[in-house]
């Protein structure tokens, strides 16, 4: 099975392609190309002869600080304002090569292959670029879409268990936040870590075929596509809080688990949404696939957790900004006022999940 699709995005459009066990044909193309690779694939590059600079895939990498080596490295090769990028990578490789690409000689064309599950069925496409500034993650970003997407679902043979729950929990929340049908086609593949691949390939068209929709509609992040920052707001305060212990979209898991056990604190009955059950379900048997979570909340600091919610960027100067999901099922962004009794609220929500979990 293979699948192909075009984005729209106001930079023009970039094709989309899925194909299991297709990326060594891929490489043919890649000779006149600066590739930029997860360190990880070091040995395979060098098996197939695909010359490249290689990143270790860690935040600190994916920092102002650092892209400044990788930029002077380019240059020193040669690269020019007419050479082809290629990334190889999970969203820490993407983040740093679509930076990069977006400012080197004020743009180049790039080529992206994300290798982890949360960049096929999320980052891959969007376009967006976060970059880490001193302690403050994704603080500056750029949009700079690839022109092409490649995406070879056999890459997540080699990913770990707690890595491939990770990539399953952002696709779920993007398909919740599509609607219904979606998150139905979505839980119809059995997601799972360590799933058959043609499934997970079915379950990686559906996702981006959902966030497709968030991102040409409104590109820039000013109002449907918004949603998708469902859980971030609790779970890059958990992520922040265990030092990155805990994988980002474990974190989302978590922070979405927190969003609903709001809701309920706040009276909120889902007794007429089931899906908000089955997917609460789901969550939970994906953050458990990761053992050293409940460890890690453990020793979690709850006035750290809050102190990071309190300054997350999207809120404003007299309202929490929380995405949330209404009686009926549907996922939307409120503005809570920016009262003692939001926060009691919502750090007895966040104590709950922590509670469940630990
Ligand atoms: N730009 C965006 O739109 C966007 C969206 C979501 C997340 N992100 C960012 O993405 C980052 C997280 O990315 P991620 O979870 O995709 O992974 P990652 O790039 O952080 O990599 C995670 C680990 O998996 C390893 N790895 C990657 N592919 C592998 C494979 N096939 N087999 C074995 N190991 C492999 C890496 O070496 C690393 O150790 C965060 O920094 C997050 O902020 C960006």
Redesign the pocket.
């Known amino acids: 099975m293979s699948a192909w699709f075009d984005i729209q995005s106001s930079s023009g459009s970039y094709s989309v392609e899925i194909a299991g066990g297709a990326f060594r044909a891929w490489t043919a193309g890649f000779a006149q190309a600066a590739v930029l690779s997860?360190?990880?694939f070091r040995p395979l590059l060098a098996d197939m002869r695909v010359e490249a600079t290689f990143l270790?895939?860690?935040?600190t990498n994916?920092s102002l600080e650092a892209t400044p080596a990788f930029i002077e490295g380019m240059r020193r090769r040669g690269v020019t304002r007419g050479s082809q990028l290629v990334a190889i990578?999970?969203?820490?490789?993407?983040?740093v090569s679509?930076f990069i690409a977006s400012v080197y000689m004020r743009g180049l064309r790039w080529t992206y292959v994300?290798?982890?599950v949360?960049?096929m069925v999320?980052?891959c496409i969007?376009g967006?670029?976060?970059i880490n500034v001193g302690a403050y993650?994704?603080l500056v970003?750029t949009f700079h879409p690839p022109e092409r997407v490649l995406i070879d679902p056999e890459?997540?043979?080699?990913?770990?268990a707690d890595?491939q729950a990770?990539?399953l929990i952002?696709a779920v929340k993007i398909c919740f936040c599509r609607g219904a049908e979606s998150f139905e086609t979505h839980m119809s593949y059995g997601p799972a870590v360590h799933m058959p691949l043609p499934q997970l390939e079915g379950l990686i068209v559906n996702s981006l075929r959902a966030k497709k929709w968030f991102i040409e509609i409104d590109e820039f992040d000013k109002k449907e596509r918004l949603l998708l920052n469902f859980g971030h707001t609790f779970g890059h305060a958990i992520e922040g809080a265990s030092h990155f212990a805990i994988?980002?979209?474990i974190g989302v898991g978590l922070g979405i688990e927190c969003a609903i056990a709001f809701q309920q604190m706040r009276g909120v009955d889902y007794a007429k949404a089931p899906h908000v059950a089955q997917l609460s379900e789901h969550l939970r048997a994906m953050v458990r696939t990761d053992p050293s979570v409940a460890a890690t909340l453990r020793t979690l600091d709850l006035a750290d957790v809050m102190e990071r919610f309190v300054s997350d960027k999207k809120h404003g100067q007299d309202f929490y900004a929380l995405i949330l999901i209404e009686r009926d099922g549907t996922v939307t962004l409120q503005k809570l006022p920016r009262t003692s009794e939001t926060l009691r609220l919502v750090e007895a929500a966040v104590q709950r999940v922590i509670g469940e979990f630990a």
């Open positions: 997860d360190a990880f270790e895939a860690v935040e994916k990578g999970g969203g820490i490789t993407q983040d679509a994300p290798t982890t949360l960049a999320d980052s969007g967006k670029s976060s993650k994704n970003g890459f997540v043979k080699t990913l770990p890595q990770s990539g952002e994988a980002h979209g």
